[in-house]
């Protein structure tokens, strides 16, 4: 019988990459569940197929095995962080004020249970996989690092601000506002902070941060 020429044919062959991207981000989610609630060496390859409906030779075409698709998992966690960071081109010409909204950002990020929860998975596999540890900071903590960096050298100038001093003390802003407050969280000696009192908090360490500059 002769085809309609208004029939649609059902294509064959790879998706199209609008689900290829779906399905790589659900064995990434997937993955990371079964990762935090049992570790890295309590989950297995079978553990994270079966959760994401694929074949385990899937996860070895493209992550090379489980440590592959773990440092995959750990990657995009730390991109997540970096996507709540306040683009520079809408900081102003208030660096108490950019420094407040980054501030804020990245503790409301860290503090979330998720980003916790993954902080907690990342310190534990460091000690046996140091490369995991390198990865999370290198895309996560490290570019924001780099951004404060730029933006501390863009207001007060090269002349008075090299690279290296703005690169070390936003490193030092970074630990004035997270530090304390990441540990805490982390050992369970602080169980929540609202909106308010993370303000509170970032302002007074962003006053104390500019107050060392002027010094």
């Known amino acids: ?38 570790g890295l060496a309590g989950t297995s390859l079978d553990d994270i197929a079966s959760l994401a409906h ?14 592959g698709l773990f ?7 730390a991109f997540g962080l970096v996507k709540e960071f306040p683009s520079l081109d809408k900081t102003s010409d ?4 950019d420094l407040t909204s980054i501030g804020c950002a990245v503790l409301t990020f860290v503090l979330n249970p998720h980003s916790l929860s993954i902080y907690r998975l990342v310190l534990g596999e460091s000690a046996r996989q140091p490369a995991l540890a390198n990865i999370f900071y290198r895309n996560g903590p490290g570019q924001i690092i780099a951004s ?7 207001s007060f100038g090269k002349e008075d601000l090299s690279q290296e001093e703005s690169l070390k003390l936003a490193q030092e802003f970074v630990g004035l506002v997270v530090l304390e407050i990441q540990q805490r969280a982390v050992l369970g000696q ?22 060392m500059l002027s010094e």
């Open 148 to 154: 404060i960096a730029t933006l501390l050298e863009s």
């Open 1 to 38: 019988m002769p085809r309609s020429p208004h029939a649609t044919t059902r294509k064959t062959g790879r998706p199209a990459r609008g689900d290829d991207v779906i399905r790589h981000n659900e064995l990434l989610d997937a993955a990371l569940q079964a990762f935090l609630l049992n």
């Open 190 to 211: 602080l169980t929540s902070m609202n909106q308010a009192e993370i303000k509170a908090h970032v302002i007074w360490k962003v006053n104390k941060f500019l107050a």
């Open 54 to 67: 694929v074949a385990k030779r899937t996860i070895y075409q493209k992550f090379n095995g489980k440590e």
């Open 71 to 77: 440092a995959a998992c750990i990657e995009r966690a």
């Open 94 to 97: 208030d660096l108490h004020n």
